[in-house]
């Protein structure tokens, strides 16, 4: 039997809840089932919506899963149900909803890829602020955090991706409407989390992810389809950067240029020349320019190319920008006149991308620096044939009339071929030798026009004009050898250095190195290959470029490519051009910092799994340091008073007697609430803490939490509204939050002033508030109040371990709530525990 091909995910994106995500879902539903598509409904939240529900009407529903946890029922998609169905596609909602406890995943997304590999299409709806990678933005935005994502690769990987997009004044007005929520909710949703400013920046995250998307599918279908030309249909502005003093002046002007279109990315690019010696490249400059970009918000890449115009257009191409900025020739008028200069050329093969020429101070002063000969480019050498075969002729045409002696006549043609040398190198500079030689035997040399040479001493002017002739090419044709190796070497130096600067600030990571090397080299596609063991198949661990290469056999057949073989499990493939035995080498230093890179990547995974065991293991050692006093305080105060009873030589007083169970009794309940703390907290770090999931009502747990507090309730004024919905909560746990909570406000709080707790709703959410005006806590430490054993502030170790607050954080996160921190206005703290509403 074949295999089943995966289906297609289709996901409509939306900035906030109420843009119309479930209802485009369903009205292309409706419509693919008029054109005969078998489309089911596999979940679908109307949220009390009568528009939506009614497009639900005729739609087949497969019936949900049904899960019992703690003693509470809830509903949840059945994946086994709808393989077993076998539909074309299936409607899933909320994308990053997390499953009840006991299902077999945790994410509603996992249960989406199991029908997705059974062969069958999935249409789901998402907001934007459950992307992982925007989780702290949009935390950071609306002051709730998200602890319901959906990793961005599977939403980037959908084969439809549609954006339900609405303006924040359109959406208020249907949340006003009571199109969103019901009535009783509206106020608070505007007042909340439905500000304007709160959607503004919600919708623009959603525009510019999506956009990035996009732009990531044009750029594979141009690679896909050959085609080299420039698409602006995202603005780039790439800045060349030559390392001289006008590079920060082309930066500036470079971003300001990017800056006039919002969304627009800027990319400063250094050619290493491999050809000649890069006299103007400073690196201090570099550096200086590189950070300077990267404040900026570029990015800063370095490429090697033989061709500094042709290697420009070729990055500009490749990152696919619409503009090109370039300093105004540092060259002097006469250098300029002679040739077009890098700033010319460029404008001429540029193409479709606008090049922008931008004067600096350093242009009428020139480079202020000798420029050397380099190495002998094809251009050169076609000049030194050229000048061996005009300019010999020539000379010989001057200096016949003018009847010089004939040592005269050989330094003159020595001058020539020297200066063929130096611009051609040694083969015309051979070449013009040996026509010099003839030249002067057959026009200069007695007898003339023969090749007989008269007097011997002739014989040997001629033979050492000859060799000295040739000895000055040798050496010119070296000298340029050398020059093209220092290049050379100065290159690879630049791009290790660019390496181990990559290493220095932290950019680590396989992708970005990998991205790195196919940029410097101009490749087609890099990538990491590993295997377990040499009968295995090898699989990819990173890639740049595309498409991926699958295995090192398969990179020959798609052009000129090469492979590194780092270890018996680990190589690196290029496919592209073909590099020379020093890129190679290069190449090979690449390679081990990849392997570097990918043991750095897999320890700190390693770390951050052990870090749990660490954590529990501080606090074990922690907590043994802790309870030896405070257990004993209360314990010695109990047994105090209970042996003081049981003395039959002293008469007590009624009163005594009182006083004495008095502190006995409170000494006990001080033992038993931190003996509780102490279990609680050792159970939720070893993760068997026993959570009982129901609905509740608020006043079902407020009041047993304030009596808790014994002689403490009378300082706790409760505020709840009437109609406050029930909320998913163990009533135990809660009440050991609340009445922790409570005992800590009401510690630090001035006898005037009661501990205020209130109690509202909002969306999904249903938040308690334990209120109090004391001194408050500054705004950096709001999160060190939440370790184990803290006491930020107390000067009194005998009170406890100091876990009352890290241990209600711990209950609420695992009733799925969150305990937060914030400054009371007019002075003081609250404690907000934030629960999911009951459905």
Same mark, same amino acid.
């Given at each position: 039997m074949g295999s089943t091909s995966r289906g297609r995910l289709r996901v409509y994106l939306g900035a906030a809840p109420g843009v119309g995500k479930t209802y485009a879902m369903l009205s292309e539903a409706r419509r693919a089932k008029e054109r005969g598509r078998d489309v089911v409904v596999g979940h679908v939240e109307t949220h009390g919506r009568d528009q939506v529900a009614r497009l639900l009407d005729g739609l087949e529903t497969v019936p949900g899963r049904t899960v019992v946890h703690r003693g509470a029922t809830f509903t949840e998609l059945d994946a086994d149900a709808i393989i077993a169905r076998r539909p074309k596609a299936?409607? /899933?909602?909320?994308?990053?909803?997390?499953?009840?406890?006991?299902?077999?995943?945790?994410k509603r997304w996992q249960d989406v890829q199991d029908i997705l590999d059974a062969g069958i299409d999935v249409i789901s709806t998402l907001n934007i602020q459950h992307l992982e990678s925007l989780r702290d933005v949009a935390e950071q935005i609306t002051g709730l955090p998200q602890r319901e994502t959906v990793p961005d690769d599977l939403v980037r990987r959908a084969d439809r991706l549609e954006l339900v997009d609405m303006s924040p004044?359109?959406?208020?007005?249907?949340?006003?409407?009571?199109?969103?929520?019901?009535?009783?909710?509206?106020?608070?949703?505007?007042?909340n989390y439905f500000r304007v400013g709160n959607l503004s920046a919600l919708r623009e995250l959603a525009?510019?992810?999506?956009?990035?998307?996009?732009?990531?599918?044009?750029?594979?279908?141009?690679?896909?389809?050959?085609?080299?030309?420039?698409?602006?249909?995202?603005?780039?502005?790439? /800045?060349?950067?030559?390392?001289?003093?006008?590079?920060?002046?082309l930066v500036r002007r470079a971003a300001r240029i990017a800056?006039?279109?919002?969304?627009?990315d800027l990319l400063a690019v250094h050619v290493t020349r491999a050809d000649a010696l890069s006299t103007a490249s400073d690196p201090a400059n570099l550096a200086r320019q590189r950070r300077l970009v990267e404040d900026l918000g570029g990015t800063y890449h370095q490429v090697v190319g033989d061709d500094i115009p042709r290697a420009l257009i070729a990055f500009a191409d490749g990152v696919n920008a619409s503009q090109l900025v370039l300093g105004a020739s540092r060259r002097g008028r006469l250098a300029q006149l002679l040739t077009r200069g890098v700033g010319m050329t460029t404008a001429t093969l540029s193409g479709s991308i606008d090049v922008h020429m931008v004067p600096h101070e350093a242009v009428s002063g020139g480079s202020g620096r000798p420029q050397p000969g380099g190495a002998l480019t094809r251009r050169r050498k076609s000049a030194g044939w050229a000048l061996t075969l005009a300019a010999m002729p020539a000379l010989t045409a001057v200096i016949a009339p003018l009847d010089l002696s004939l040592p005269s006549?050989?330094?003159?043609?020595?001058?020539? /071929?020297?200066?063929?040398a130096l611009v051609g190198g040694m083969w015309p500079a051979l070449t013009a030798a040996v026509l010099a030689f003839g030249l002067l035997n057959w026009f200069f040399t007695p007898p003339v026009h023969t090749l007989t040479i008269a007097e011997p001493e002739n014989v040997l002017s001629l033979a050492i004009f000859v060799l000295v002739a040739a000895m000055v090419s040798t050496v010119v044709d070296l000298a340029a050898r050398r020059?093209?190796?220092?290049?050379?070497?100065?290159?690879?130096?630049?791009?290790?250095?660019?390496?181990?600067?990559?290493?220095?600030?932290g950019e680590s990571a396989v992708a970005s190195l990998l991205g790195r090397l196919r940029e410097t080299f101009a490749l087609?596609?890099?990538?990491?290959?590993e295997r377990d063991d040499p009968s295995d198949d090898w699989r990819i661990v990173a890639t740049s470029g595309g498409p991926p290469i699958t295995t090192?056999?398969?990179?020959?057949?798609?052009?000129?490519?090469? /492979?590194?073989?780092?270890?018996?499990r680990l190589v690196l493939a290029t496919r592209g051009r073909l590099l020379d035995a020093s890129d190679r080498r290069v190449l090979e230093a690449f390679a081990a910092e990849a392997a570097v890179a990918l043991r750095q990547e897999r320890l700190r995974e390693a770390a951050e799994r052990a870090e749990p065991l660490a954590e529990a293991d501080r606090m074990r050692t922690a907590l043994l340091a802790a309870v030896g006093h405070d257990l004993r305080t209360p314990l010695a105060s109990a047994m105090a008073s209970v042996e003081s009873l049981r003395n039959t030589d002293i008469i007590w007083s009624d009163d005594d007697r009182a006083e004495l169970l008095a502190t006995a009794g409170e000494s006990l309940i001080k033992l038993n609430r931190l003996v509780s703390n102490l279990l609680d907290m050792s159970r939720l770090q070893a993760g068997v803490l026993g959570v009982t999931l129901r609905p509740v009502a608020v006043e079902d747990v407020l009041p047993r939490a304030i009596d808790d507090l014994g002689p403490l309730r009378d300082r706790v004024r409760s505020d709840v509204l009437a109609d406050l919905p029930e909320f998913q909560a163990d009533p135990a746990l809660l009440e050991r939050v609340l009445v922790n909570l409570m005992a800590n406000a009401v510690r630090y709080s001035p006898e005037a002033e009661p501990v205020l707790v209130t109690a509202s709703w909002h969306g999904e959410r249903v938040e308690l508030r334990v209120i109090d005006r004391g001194p408050g806590i500054p705004t950096e430490a709001h999160e060190r109040v939440f370790m184990p054993f803290q006491r930020l502030g107390d000067r009194d170790n005998h009170t406890g371990v100091g876990l009352g607050l890290a241990l209600s954080r711990g209950l609420t996160e695992a009733m799925g709530g969150t305990l937060l921190p914030e400054d009371t206005p007019g002075g003081g703290l609250t404690m907000t525990v934030s629960l999911r509403r009951a459905l």
């Amino acid at each position: 039997m074949g295999s089943t091909s995966r289906g297609r995910l289709r996901v409509y994106l939306g900035a906030a809840p109420g843009v119309g995500k479930t209802y485009a879902m369903l009205s292309e539903a409706r419509r693919a089932k008029e054109r005969g598509r078998d489309v089911v409904v596999g979940h679908v939240e109307t949220h009390g919506r009568d528009q939506v529900a009614r497009l639900l009407d005729g739609l087949e529903t497969v019936p949900g899963r049904t899960v019992v946890h703690r003693g509470a029922t809830f509903t949840e998609l059945d994946a086994d149900a709808i393989i077993a169905r076998r539909p074309k596609a299936v409607l /899933v909602d909320e994308l990053a909803h997390t499953n009840t406890p006991g299902s077999r995943h945790a994410k509603r997304w996992q249960d989406v890829q199991d029908i997705l590999d059974a062969g069958i299409d999935v249409i789901s709806t998402l907001n934007i602020q459950h992307l992982e990678s925007l989780r702290d933005v949009a935390e950071q935005i609306t002051g709730l955090p998200q602890r319901e994502t959906v990793p961005d690769d599977l939403v980037r990987r959908a084969d439809r991706l549609e954006l339900v997009d609405m303006s924040p004044e359109a959406l208020r007005r249907r949340l006003a409407h009571g199109n969103v929520y019901p009535p009783e909710r509206v106020d608070a949703a505007l007042a909340n989390y439905f500000r304007v400013g709160n959607l503004s920046a919600l919708r623009e995250l959603a525009l510019l992810w999506v956009a990035d998307r996009v732009d990531r599918q044009l750029i594979a279908y141009r690679a896909d389809h050959d085609i080299a030309g420039t698409w602006e249909a995202r603005e780039r502005v790439v /800045v060349a950067l030559t390392g001289g003093p006008e590079g920060d002046t082309l930066v500036r002007r470079a971003a300001r240029i990017a800056a006039r279109t919002k969304g627009a990315d800027l990319l400063a690019v250094h050619v290493t020349r491999a050809d000649a010696l890069s006299t103007a490249s400073d690196p201090a400059n570099l550096a200086r320019q590189r950070r300077l970009v990267e404040d900026l918000g570029g990015t800063y890449h370095q490429v090697v190319g033989d061709d500094i115009p042709r290697a420009l257009i070729a990055f500009a191409d490749g990152v696919n920008a619409s503009q090109l900025v370039l300093g105004a020739s540092r060259r002097g008028r006469l250098a300029q006149l002679l040739t077009r200069g890098v700033g010319m050329t460029t404008a001429t093969l540029s193409g479709s991308i606008d090049v922008h020429m931008v004067p600096h101070e350093a242009v009428s002063g020139g480079s202020g620096r000798p420029q050397p000969g380099g190495a002998l480019t094809r251009r050169r050498k076609s000049a030194g044939w050229a000048l061996t075969l005009a300019a010999m002729p020539a000379l010989t045409a001057v200096i016949a009339p003018l009847d010089l002696s004939l040592p005269s006549e050989i330094l003159l043609f020595l001058l020539l /071929v020297v200066g063929v040398a130096l611009v051609g190198g040694m083969w015309p500079a051979l070449t013009a030798a040996v026509l010099a030689f003839g030249l002067l035997n057959w026009f200069f040399t007695p007898p003339v026009h023969t090749l007989t040479i008269a007097e011997p001493e002739n014989v040997l002017s001629l033979a050492i004009f000859v060799l000295v002739a040739a000895m000055v090419s040798t050496v010119v044709d070296l000298a340029a050898r050398r020059s093209r190796e220092a290049a050379r070497s100065r290159a690879d130096a630049e791009v290790l250095a660019t390496l181990a600067g990559h290493v220095l600030r932290g950019e680590s990571a396989v992708a970005s190195l990998l991205g790195r090397l196919r940029e410097t080299f101009a490749l087609t596609a890099v990538t990491l290959l590993e295997r377990d063991d040499p009968s295995d198949d090898w699989r990819i661990v990173a890639t740049s470029g595309g498409p991926p290469i699958t295995t090192p056999n398969h990179t020959r057949p798609h052009g000129g490519s090469d /492979v590194v073989t780092i270890d018996n499990r680990l190589v690196l493939a290029t496919r592209g051009r073909l590099l020379d035995a020093s890129d190679r080498r290069v190449l090979e230093a690449f390679a081990a910092e990849a392997a570097v890179a990918l043991r750095q990547e897999r320890l700190r995974e390693a770390a951050e799994r052990a870090e749990p065991l660490a954590e529990a293991d501080r606090m074990r050692t922690a907590l043994l340091a802790a309870v030896g006093h405070d257990l004993r305080t209360p314990l010695a105060s109990a047994m105090a008073s209970v042996e003081s009873l049981r003395n039959t030589d002293i008469i007590w007083s009624d009163d005594d007697r009182a006083e004495l169970l008095a502190t006995a009794g409170e000494s006990l309940i001080k033992l038993n609430r931190l003996v509780s703390n102490l279990l609680d907290m050792s159970r939720l770090q070893a993760g068997v803490l026993g959570v009982t999931l129901r609905p509740v009502a608020v006043e079902d747990v407020l009041p047993r939490a304030i009596d808790d507090l014994g002689p403490l309730r009378d300082r706790v004024r409760s505020d709840v509204l009437a109609d406050l919905p029930e909320f998913q909560a163990d009533p135990a746990l809660l009440e050991r939050v609340l009445v922790n909570l409570m005992a800590n406000a009401v510690r630090y709080s001035p006898e005037a002033e009661p501990v205020l707790v209130t109690a509202s709703w909002h969306g999904e959410r249903v938040e308690l508030r334990v209120i109090d005006r004391g001194p408050g806590i500054p705004t950096e430490a709001h999160e060190r109040v939440f370790m184990p054993f803290q006491r930020l502030g107390d000067r009194d170790n005998h009170t406890g371990v100091g876990l009352g607050l890290a241990l209600s954080r711990g209950l609420t996160e695992a009733m799925g709530g969150t305990l937060l921190p914030e400054d009371t206005p007019g002075g003081g703290l609250t404690m907000t525990v934030s629960l999911r509403r009951a459905l």
